[in-house]
C-alpha cells in the first residue's frame, strides 16, 4: 500500500500521516505528498500591532519560518 503524506493541512481520512508544516519531519517513508504552504496551519507567533494591516511575525516565529522553509524544500526536492 502506498503511504500518502498530508503537509500543512489535515485529511480527515489519513490523521496518521498528517505532519505540520512547523515540523522538521522526514517524507523518506512516503509514496505521495501533498503540500500547503499556509502558515495559518502552522503555530508561529504573531505580534498584536502587525505592519500595515498585515501579520508581523515575532523574531522567534520569524527564524523558525526560515529554518522550516528551508528544511521543506530541501525534503520536497529529494523527494521529486
Do not use: C, Q
Not at 503524506?5 to 489535515?10: A, D, H, Q, R, V
Request: hydrophobic letters at 30%.
Amino acid at each position: 500500500m502506498k503511504r500518502l503524506s498530508n503537509i500543512g493541512f489535515e485529511i480527515p481520512s489519513n490523521d496518521e500521516n498528517y505532519i505540520e508544516l512547523d515540523s522538521v519531519s522526514s517524507l523518506s517513508e512516503t509514496d505521495i505528498a501533498l503540500f500547503s504552504p499556509d502558515l495559518r496551519t502552522a503555530s508561529y507567533s504573531t505580534t498584536p500591532e502587525g505592519y500595515e494591516g498585515k501579520k508581523l511575525y515575532d523574531k522567534e516565529s520569524s527564524a523558525a519560518i526560515i529554518d522550516h522553509t528551508k528544511h521543506w524544500k530541501n525534503e520536497i526536492s529529494h523527494f521529486v
